[in-house]
């Protein structure tokens, strides 16, 4: 084989492996995340996840709504 050819194939090994130790790496972060989620959660997929993501979200915005209201009767109901 030519040099260049060489060059080329050596080239493409590392980052090949440099892929495969970004992956290696990723898998560990996603592996953590994901014990942390059930440790913190007690969820272990993303479904279950956005599902209490979502219900912690509308009784977020069903609080605010009532904290706003009780914050204009109180307006109604003295000087400011």
């Known amino acids: ?3 260049k050819i060489d060059e080329l194939l050596d080239a493409l090994e590392g980052e090949i492996n440099s892929a495969k130790e970004e ?4 898998k560990g972060i996603i592996e953590t995340l994901v014990k942390q989620m059930e440790d ?7 479904e ?6 979502n219900e912690l979200n509308s009784k977020k ?3 605010s709504k009532e904290l706003e209201k009780m914050f204009n009767k109180l307006k109604e109901q003295y000087e400011w």
Request: charged fraction near 35%; glycine fraction near 4%.
């Open 61 to 63: 915005e069903a609080a």
């Open 23 to 26: 992956k290696s790496r990723l």
């Open 1 to 3: 084989m030519s040099k």
């Open 48 to 53: 279950e996840a956005r599902e209490i993501l």
């Open 40 to 46: 913190d959660f007690g969820v272990s997929t993303m």
